[in-house]
């Protein structure tokens, strides 16, 4: 599966943005999708994960209660709405797919086999 993601910008504290994540090739519904980001000079962070159903989803700490992942099968599109920006959230976000993973293990980037090329997410103070 290829993965684009995009909707990535600047945006003052507290605002908001949209996130998307467009697969190809292969069947999407397939798949359990996840969010990650990383800012400069540190390592790669998770953010949020959906099962393929859509049924299950799974949240960092630092977003949990700001950001909500969803995603349209039929669209073959993975979102991340992320509201109450901080300037801490600051950092390129990749998306990502997996299968045949437990819950626990979707918080690790090592479970994933591939990759978006990330989109890069600016929050002013």
């Known amino acids: 599966v290829q993965l684009q993601a995009s909707g990535g910008g600047l945006v003052q504290a507290g605002g908001s943005l949209r996130l998307s994540c467009a697969a190809s090739?292969?069947?999407?519904?397939?798949?359990?999708m996840g969010w990650f980001r990383q800012s400069p000079g540190k390592e790669r962070e998770f953010v949020a994960a959906?099962?393929?159903?859509?049924?299950?989803?799974y949240y960092g700490d630092s977003v949990k209660g700001r950001f909500t992942i969803s995603r349209d099968n039929a669209k073959m599109t993975l979102y991340l709405r992320m509201n109450s920006l901080k300037p801490e959230d600051t950092a390129v976000y990749y998306c990502?797919?997996?299968?045949?993973?437990?819950?626990?293990?979707?918080?690790?980037?090592?479970?994933?086999?591939?990759w978006g090329q990330g989109t890069l997410v600016t929050v002013s103070s």
């Open positions: 990502a797919a997996t299968q045949g993973v437990i819950i626990s293990a979707m918080r690790s980037q090592a479970s994933y086999k591939y």
């Open positions: 090739g292969r069947t999407f519904n397939s798949y359990d």
């Open positions: 959906i099962r393929r159903s859509g049924g299950v989803t």
